[in-house]
Structure formats: C-alpha cells, structure tokens
C-alpha cells in the first residue's frame, strides 16, 4: 500500500504519449501559477516535484523500458521536469519580491513619531523546531497527536510492555506523582498497582491514538518529557521528543526509510 499523501498513482510509463506528459507538464504550471503565497507554492512544488509526482515516477520507470525506448522517454520526461522547474523559479522570484514590497509598506516606520513601543520577544528555538517538524509531516499526511504529560503508568508503561519489575520504572529514572488516591500505597512508587506519573517519553500518545482512532494511523507525536536525569551538559530533567506512528497495510523498512529522508532534507 502507498505511503499517505500521494496525490497520484504510479504511472505506467509504457503507456507515455508525448500528449500525456505534456498534460503533467502543463498542470504544474497551472498549479503553479494559481498558487497565491510561498506556502501554497510549496504545497504545489510537493505535488509535482516531489517523489510521488507524476513525472517523478514516469522518470523512475524510464529504467524498465526496452533499450532503444529508453532516449525518447527521457528526453520527453527530462524537458517537461526542466520546463517545470524552471517555471517554479520563475513563480517562487514573483511571491518573494511580493512579500518583500508588502513587507516593506507594512513595517514602514514614520521617524518623525518617538519610539515608545516595547521590542517584541521571539519564539522559543525548540518551539520553532518542533512546529518545523510538525509541518514536514502534515504535508506528508501525518496529523499531530497530544497526550497529558502527567500520565497514568497503565500508558506510559504496561501499555508498551515495560512490565514492573523493569529498571525505567524506579524512582530513580522516572518521576512519580502522588495523589490522594495512591499516597502511601505501592502505586505512585513504581510498584504493581497503577500509579500516576510525569511521562517519560511520548510514546503514550501512540497508544492513546492506536485506541482512538480507525487505521490506518499516521500520527506525530512532539511534546516535552521528564526524567530524573541531573542536570550537566548533555542531560536535563526535561527534554523534548518527536515520535511517529504509522500504522497501514503494505508499510516496509523503505516506507521509514524515505520518511525519515525527506524529514531530515
């Protein structure tokens, strides 16, 4: 089975008319030209540049062809893609010089009035990358999961087969959370009755989303995480993580591999 967000399916590339891939060819540009901002260009330029993109895969089958096919197809699929490329230049120059004459009228400062406005903070860097990573999934078809960071041990434990007797869950890796249903009782301590505690990771979202949700299951799950770590220079009680869950019929070692790919890139 395909990985999600596929806008098209494989192409036979036996089947190519010179037609056929000008149909590609011209829809890009369309698709181009009718996107109104930088993000809705990229959401175009994943459509028809990106992997799963129909010339993308007539290009990827080019190699099945029979030898004396092989110039043809490439050279027809080879001009449409630098006819593509070269027109998302184009339309990526336009949207920034926009942006850049919008930007310059609507951050004018009149120098004749006293400066008396307080200097705005910036965004935290984790925050900043968290939210990028977010978006690199979302436009692969991934949707972002939450969970409570105070958590019960059934989610943060059991559910993953961490069992009690296990080294993560002793007081001295994992924060424990007295309430006034567990105080003084095993539960709360690591013991074998279900205590509560401070996450130790985000994977109980994934258990969370596996329950509440219909497969196939595509989620990320971003969020900040405890530990009893002491504080030095590569360890900190609090930390964040990402982690994802795909969960379909079909998915492969190559699936993880490409995600992980075009995450990083």
Same mark, same amino acid.
């Given at each position: 089975?395909?990985?999600?967000?596929?806008?098209?399916?494989?192409?036979?590339? =036996?089947?190519?008319?010179?037609? +056929? @891939? #000008?149909?590609?060819?011209?829809?890009?540009? *369309?698709?181009?030209?009718?996107? !109104?901002?930088?993000?809705?260009?990229?959401?175009?330029?994943?459509?028809?540049?990106?992997?799963?993109?129909?010339?993308?895969?007539?290009?990827?089958?080019?190699?099945?062809?029979?030898?004396?096919?092989?110039?043809?197809?490439?050279?027809?699929?080879?001009?449409?893609?630098?006819?593509?490329?070269?027109?998302?230049?184009?339309?990526?120059?336009?949207?920034?010089?926009?942006?850049?004459?919008?930007?310059?009228?609507?951050?004018?400062?009149?120098?004749?009035?006293?400066?008396?406005?307080?200097?705005?903070?910036?965004?935290?860097?984790?925050?900043?990358?968290?939210?990028?990573?977010?978006?690199?999934?979302?436009?692969?078809?991934? =949707?972002?999961?939450?969970?409570? +960071? @105070? #958590?019960?041990?059934?989610?943060?434990?059991? *559910?993953?087969?961490?069992?009690? !007797?296990?080294?993560?869950?002793?007081?001295?890796?994992?924060?424990?959370?007295?309430?006034?249903?567990?105080?003084?009782?095993?539960?709360?301590?690591?013991?074998?009755?279900?205590?509560?505690?401070?996450?130790?990771?985000?994977?109980?979202?994934?258990?969370?989303?596996?329950?509440?949700?219909?497969?196939?299951?595509?989620?990320?799950?971003?969020?900040?995480?405890?530990?009893?770590?002491?504080?030095?220079?590569?360890?900190?009680?609090?930390?964040?993580?990402?982690?994802?869950?795909?969960?379909?019929?079909?998915?492969?070692?190559?699936?993880?591999?490409?995600?992980?790919?075009?995450?990083?890139?």
């Amino acid at each position: 089975m395909s990985a999600p967000n596929k806008s098209y399916d494989p192409v036979e590339v =036996e089947a190519l008319k010179p037609e +056929e @891939i #000008e149909r590609m060819r011209d829809e890009a540009l *369309a698709a181009f030209t009718a996107a !109104d901002s930088l993000d809705a260009l990229q959401e175009a330029k994943v459509a028809h540049t990106g992997g799963t993109s129909p010339l993308a895969l007539a290009n990827r089958e080019i190699g099945a062809l029979p030898p004396h096919a092989k110039a043809a197809a490439g050279k027809l699929v080879g001009q449409a893609r630098g006819a593509v490329n070269k027109a998302l230049g184009a339309r990526q120059a336009e949207l920034e010089a926009e942006r850049d004459a919008r930007v310059l009228v609507e951050e004018s400062v009149d120098v004749t009035l006293p400066y008396d406005r307080v200097p705005a903070g910036a965004r935290h860097p984790l925050t900043t990358l968290s939210e990028r990573i977010e978006d690199v999934f979302v436009a692969m078809g991934y =949707e972002v999961a939450e969970g409570p +960071e @105070i #958590e019960a041990e059934w989610f943060n434990f059991d *559910a993953l087969n961490i069992g009690p !007797d296990h080294p993560a869950r002793g007081e001295h890796d994992t924060f424990f959370v007295e309430t006034a249903s567990n105080s003084g009782s095993a539960a709360g301590k690591g013991g074998t009755e279900s205590g509560v505690v401070l996450r130790t990771h985000t994977s109980p979202v994934q258990i969370r989303s596996l329950l509440n949700r219909e497969l196939p299951v595509y989620v990320i799950c971003p969020g900040r995480v405890y530990r009893t770590d002491e504080l030095d220079a590569t360890h900190t009680p609090v930390f964040h993580q990402v982690e994802l869950l795909a969960v379909d019929e079909g998915l492969t070692m190559a699936d993880l591999k490409g995600t992980l790919d075009h995450m990083v890139q």
